[in-house]
């Protein structure tokens, strides 16, 4: 489904909160938004979220409660992240027997949700509608002229998505069952929507990131067209080393990858922590998600009719408050 304009001047796409309830009330007012009765309103404008409200920071509920009473309000709307469907997968059927695959999986989400969940702890019915509410939201939206998702735009995914409940699908019980199955569809769905692009370092390397993980697998951009090296895809904080960056991608890993092309409507995404002043990736892309949670920038575009995107149009405020 295309959402239409609503009869508003523009739309305010923010970048993933992670609980930075405090600098998302002061970005709202800044970008012209009032709290009325409760729900934070623009006279002309629409607030549009790209997913990730809750984990990481220390204002989580309260991020919750203010983003989905603007979005039951009409005065917003929430595309989910993998913060988001982690929660909901974890919470899942939580009784299943700890053997069973799919428990394994949910127990893995765990330590993501360890704050969620704390915060949560004496409000368990909240957490309980919160989670109810959370399935009934979409995976991606698309608008009259631009688009809405977390991590990738891949047709073949969102045409998946949208078959089902129109793109809501984690509605769907079974969806939501097998997207906890590595190699389904719904796997592939949410991997892709949520998560991205990634491509497997070669046999024996591995990264250990600034959060002390270690990884086989980088984070790669989806819309290079003909990229040679691993450094002409890598879009993450973590950096390869310089030899590593030179090495040429195989013709499998080419396989892997995505093309956004340049005619395509302008797309927003969250999810890649970046970091430094915000601009545009490409003309029709941009990344919202500027490490609010680790003392960075909380991130708005202020979207009008424009057919592509333009640097002067970013807004933000410090999230260390």
């Not at 890649?272 to 002043?277: I, V």
């Not at 545009?280 to 941009?286: S, Y």
Request: glycine share 6%.
């Amino acid at each position: 489904m295309i959402i239409d304009r609503d009869d508003v001047a523009g739309y305010d796409v923010i970048g993933d909160v992670h609980g930075c309830a405090r600098a998302l009330c002061q970005l709202l007012q800044e970008l012209g938004y009032q709290e009325q009765h409760e729900v934070w309103r623009h006279p002309e404008r629409k607030a549009v979220f790209v997913g990730d409200i809750i984990d990481r920071g220390t204002q989580i509920r309260d991020a919750m409660r203010l983003v989905r009473r603007m979005v039951e309000a009409g005065s917003a709307y929430l595309a989910l992240g993998n913060h988001e469907y982690n929660a909901v997968a974890f919470a899942f059927d939580i009784d299943a027997p700890a053997d069973c695959p799919r428990r394994q999986f949910q127990l893995r989400l765990f330590r993501h949700l360890q704050l969620t969940l704390q915060e949560y702890r004496f409000h368990e019915a909240e957490w309980r509608d919160t989670l109810a509410w959370l399935r009934q939201q979409p995976l991606c939206l698309e608008f009259s002229h631009f688009r809405v998702v977390h991590a990738c735009w891949d047709p073949l995914r969102i045409g998946q998505a949208r078959a089902i409940h129109d793109g809501c699908a984690l509605r769907d019980e079974q969806f939501l069952l097998d997207s906890m199955q590595r190699g389904t569809e719904p796997y592939r769905v949410v991997e892709r929507l949520l998560k991205g692009t990634d491509l497997r370092l070669p046999e024996g390397m591995t990264l250990i990131g600034a959060d002390g993980i270690e990884r086989n697998r980088i984070r790669t951009k989806f819309w290079k067209k003909m990229p040679a090296t691993y450094g002409d895809v890598l879009f993450q904080p973590d950096k390869l080393p310089d030899e590593w960056m030179q090495r040429a991608l195989s013709d499998r890993d080419k396989e892997r990858l995505l093309h956004y092309g340049k005619q395509e409507k302008p797309l927003f995404v969250g999810h890649y922590w970046r970091r430094g002043t915000p601009k545009v990736i490409r003309d029709n892309i941009a990344c919202l998600d500027y490490s609010a949670v680790k003392s960075g920038r909380l991130v708005a575009y202020r979207m009008g009719a424009e057919a592509r995107l333009y640097n002067e149009q970013f807004a933000w405020v410090s999230a260390s408050l």
